[in-house]
């Protein structure tokens, strides 16, 4: 007979989580969830996460009432052994049947492939409803969520991401009791921290998000939110004729701030216009969560958007503040750029001493003076000047010790270029500057400049080497020191290049600048190896 089926709702109301990690611990909890139910043989059609900053909730669709009746046959000892000559059951037949709480009367035969035969006792285990199996399968995926610090709250012992004040667990329209981190699970969820008061009913687990939608003015769904977002950001952007810049991380960790989104544009000093604008998206994107606007022409205007949490009935208050706390923002911007500017990037090169890069491999100065001796020996093999090379090499991390990278470390390599330039740098070292760090992330361009290719390349074959020389090779998942972005870099920035660098050759080049550490005898062939086993995922992936 096919088993009833009806949905399962489990949510889990919290303080607001964390931002950045809400979609992750989301996709691990539906994750979690799912392997619970298929470890406990119950069926289901299919399942779907929600995610907002005070509730993580899954909805199994579909899920079987409870597992199948299953039949269990145990296997006693063979009949030989059971039974002796005069028919009487043995020790071992009368052992059996006790453990299985029968006579041995009771028991049954099985037989094998080669005719032999054993006793055996037979059993009709009813299947559990799915009110008696889910509560340790909530617990277990609650434990594998991935928190780096756990924290406690109240008189209690339990321990999550952030202090839990509710749970629902509901299957069909019927709520199952069970605890839930310390809580008693029930049937009503919450609403909108401002626009909604108490307890909110859920009739039926598939009304969950409708539910939430009318009476608690929440977006449950992580997609359906940040796809209205994103339009709301497009439509406002598009009454003012202005474009908006949208990053991806950015509008991950906006969606996971708000549960009912209302976008506010609002807009800023245009003095402030005359600051790189690399340094005024860094400001708006990273302290405010703000999103820029551009014009028809491209270039960035004063005006940006923002995401409220709230429907206010006065939108001009929620605007005011808005562009109220940027303007500090925006005014420490600006002093870091004019008092940067008094000191050239080349007279802050010798503080690269008190920098350290790595314990056992010097400071920053160290390094430095390794790359530039790369771009002496090598600027000809990428067709760049040498002069210019040393030269980008010698300043190629100089901005590290400005106000500006020191507040936006996004922007070391960008401030760079914008210092070099305004010291009057030859162009070729201001363009190098800013390519010393790409490709920065995965399908990042490569650097454009003969200069900047060579200063890039020296650089991370430089860290690889160090790195690995002192044992500190990547392993499974762990990479501080991101050595396979900086190796893939290195074979990109050669092959998309088009550069023919003699790699074994520079690597043991690279390996002897390290004269006085003593680094491991194998580093080269290891690095080597290890830029072997990248090139052949890079080739893979290109359908080589």
């Known amino acids: ?46 399942t779907a996460t929600f995610a907002t900053p005070r509730r993580l909730a899954v909805c199994v669709d579909g899920l079987e009432t409870k597992q199948e009746d299953r039949r269990e046959v145990r296997k006693g000892p063979a009949i030989n052994n059971a039974f002796n000559d005069a028919g009487e059951p043995t020790k071992a037949a009368l052992g059996f049947a006790r453990s299985c709480g029968t006579d041995v009367q009771s028991l049954s035969r099985i037989s094998g492939s080669k005719g032999e035969q054993w006793l055996a006792y037979e059993m009709d285990i009813p299947g559990r409803g799915v009110s008696e199996l889910i509560a340790p399968i909530i617990e277990q995926a609650v434990n594998k969520l991935p928190i780096p610090k756990r924290m406690r709250w109240g008189s209690g012992e339990v321990e999550f991401v952030r202090p839990v004040h509710w749970a629902v667990v509901l299957f069909g329209s019927e709520p199952i009791t069970c605890q839930v981190l310390g809580l008693n699970a029930g049937a009503a969820t919450r609403g909108h921290r401002f626009h909604s008061s108490g307890a909110i009913d859920v009739p039926h687990a598939s009304d969950y998000a409708n539910v939430l939608e009318s009476s608690g003015r929440v977006i449950a769904s992580f997609e359906a939110r940040r796809h209205l977002i994103a339009s709301a950001i497009a439509k406002t952007a598009e009454k003012e004729e202005m474009a908006a810049v949208i990053s991806d991380a950015l509008l991950d960790e906006v969606t996971a701030l708000v549960e009912w989104p209302v976008a506010v544009s609002g807009q800023f000093d245009e003095k402030f216009l005359s ?29 940006f958007i923002t995401i409220s949490n709230i429907e206010s009935t006065r939108p001009e208050l929620v ?25 050239s990037l080349a007279s802050r090169c010798d503080n690269l001493a008190r920098v350290t890069f790595e314990r056992r491999l010097g400071s920053l100065l160290d390094k430095t003076q390794r790359v530039q001796n790369f771009a002496h020996q090598h600027a000809s093999t990428f067709g760049a000047d040498q002069e210019k090379s040393v030269r980008a090499a010698t300043l ?26 305004h010291d009057g740098e030859p162009d070729a070292v201001v363009a190098a500057l800013r390519e010393f760090y790409t490709p920065r992330f995965s399908g990042d ?18 860290t690889l080497i160090g790195i690995f020389g002192i044992g500190g090779a990547p392993t499974g998942d762990k990479d501080p020191y991101a050595l396979r972005r900086a190796a893939l870099g290195v074979l990109r920035t050669l ?47 290109r359908g080589f």
């Open 1 to 46: 007979a096919r088993l009833m089926r009806d949905n399962l709702l489990i949510e889990i109301g919290t303080e607001e989580l964390p931002p950045k990690a809400l979609l992750t611990l989301s996709q691990t909890f539906g994750s979690e969830i799912e392997k619970g139910l298929a470890a406990a043989k119950l069926q289901f059609e299919n």
């Open 275 to 303: 600051l790189p604008e690399e340094a005024l998206i860094a400001s708006m994107q990273d302290h405010q969560k703000y999103f820029p606007l551009r014009d028809a022409e491209g270039r960035l205007t004063n005006r």
């Open 319 to 343: 605007r005011q503040g808005n562009e109220r706390v940027i303007r500090p923002r925006l005014a420490d911007a600006d002093f870091f750029f004019t008092t940067d500017r008094e000191q």
């Open 396 to 421: 190629s991390r100089c901005d590290l010790l400005t106000d500006m990278v020191g507040e936006f470390p996004e922007l070391q390599g960008t401030m760079g270029s914008y210092y070099a330039a």
């Open 445 to 462: 361009e490569i650097a454009a400049t003969a200069a900047g290719q060579c200063i890039a390349v020296g650089d991370r074959l430089d």
């Open 495 to 541: 092959i998309e290049g088009e550069i023919e660098l003699d790699l074994w050759a520079a690597l043991t080049a690279s390996y002897e600048q390290y004269s006085a550490t003593e680094l491991e005898k194998d580093a080269v062939r290891n690095v080597f190896q290890f830029m072997q086993e990248r090139l052949r995922g890079y080739c893979s992936e």
